[in-house]
């Protein structure tokens, strides 16, 4: 399974909890190049790569190409053979990204199946998604009434917020029971059940830590949405020799930010690891000082929740969901989309605080656990389920 993000991480732990409770599922993500074609977490759960083979082709754009084109082909061709093979399914549940493919997909299978379709709405065109390209700003006209159309003909849509809720309702004809907010949630325990002497000392010689360094650090997907040069252009301007940069993750972007490092001489200063096992993400956190969520756009900013459970500082633009998980000056700092200057002074002033960063991941940590119960969210999925399903 690709869990290069926060979409992708939430389905995964969605799938399990509900593969927990005997619903039994068949998952169609885009699989990484050395996983199974088809295989079994548990008697309840099916993992079925839903792509076909995606061409080697190294660029800003193969990251738009494989979620629109490689998987939304892969899985329609699997949907007409399954139908053929007279397999059957109660539910389509379909999770979208601010692309059109999930959409497309999700209507199509709702009609092979015949059978109710549900969508989360993890990015949503008409209220969080901002175009990244000039191309993207061309059809984003089209995508959206494609979103308007597919999330009108659903039977039922989750939203990660109350704010993408209401503008949706605004804009498309959704009647006020067939959408619910269900936010993005963590089981906090399992999550830091990793947290060993044993486990924080290797990964820290796996990345070679300078341990008299302190760690600025990114976690996510390398995109242009996720900010990583509004980020690198701070750190660069913070010019301080105490601290490092890391970028943990990958993405369709890497090999452009990794040029960008190097062409402003802080390669010394900064690295990036590539591909994350979600398992080390609490690691990673761990043996940072502080994280940094420089977001172009965030639906809702899983991340913090993972944050929140090891207990560390944070800063992130002050967009989407990210304001809604942090109390700026109080549980973490928020600074103005895309401005490199203030998050470079919010860095610089912060970065040798060390009381107030426990200060601000303690407060964090305290808020979170309150709010984001794993097994309620689950609940109300199955009651989706089973109330379509009757």
Not at 143 to 163: G, P, R, S
Not at 216 to 229: D, H, L, M, Q, T
Request: hydrophobic residues 35%; contains cysteine.
């Amino acid at each position: 399974m690709d869990q290069m993000g926060g979409m992708q991480t939430q389905i995964y732990r969605q799938s399990i909890a509900l593969s927990n409770k005997k619903i039994k599922q068949l998952v169609l993500p885009i699989a990484m190049p050395n996983a199974p074609k088809k295989w079994k977490l548990n008697p309840y759960l099916t993992i079925q790569k839903g792509n076909i083979p995606m061409l080697p082709i190294k660029s800003s754009i193969r990251g738009t190409f494989g979620l629109n084109f490689y998987w939304g082909v892969g899985v329609i061709l699997k949907l007409i053979r399954k139908k053929f093979k007279k397999e059957n399914y109660n539910i389509i549940h379909t999770h979208c990204s601010g692309v059109a493919a999930p959409l497309i997909v999700g209507y199509i299978a709702k009609k092979i199946f015949k059978k109710p379709l549900v969508y989360t709405v993890h990015c949503c065109r008409v209220s969080t998604y901002h175009p990244m390209s000039k191309f993207d700003s061309l059809i984003n006209g089209l995508i959206i009434k494609i979103e308007k159309f597919c999330l009108e003909h659903a039977d039922y849509t989750i939203v990660l917020t109350n704010k993408t809720k209401e503008i949706i309702q605004k804009n498309y004809e959704i009647p006020n029971e067939k959408i619910t907010v269900i936010p993005d949630v963590i089981d906090s325990d399992e999550f830091i059940s990793n947290l060993t002497d044993k486990n924080i000392q290797e990964f820290q010689q796996k990345y070679n830590l300078d341990n008299n360094l302190k760690k600025i650090v990114f976690i996510g997907r390398i995109a242009y949405e996720k900010g990583c040069s509004v980020l690198l252009n701070a750190f660069k301007k913070l010019n301080r020799d105490d601290c490092e940069l890391i970028f943990y993750g990958d993405g369709n972007e890497r090999f452009l930010l990794e040029k960008e490092i190097e062409r402003m001489g802080v390669q010394k200063k900064c690295q990036v690891t590539g591909y994350l096992p979600n398992t080390d993400i609490s690691l990673a956190i761990k043996t940072a000082d502080l994280v940094v969520m420089p977001s172009l756009h965030e639906e809702f900013g899983g991340l913090i929740l993972e944050i929140a459970s090891v207990g560390k500082a944070v800063i992130g633009s002050n967009i989407g969901g990210i304001p809604t998980l942090i109390e700026d000056g109080k549980s973490g700092l928020l600074f103005e989309c895309g401005n490199v200057e203030e998050l470079s002074k919010k860095i610089d002033e912060i970065i040798d605080k060390s009381d107030l960063l426990q200060e601000y991941g303690d407060e964090l940590k305290k808020n979170i656990s309150k709010k984001y119960s794993f097994q309620d969210n689950m609940n109300k999925i199955k009651k989706i389920y089973s109330t379509l399903g009757e």
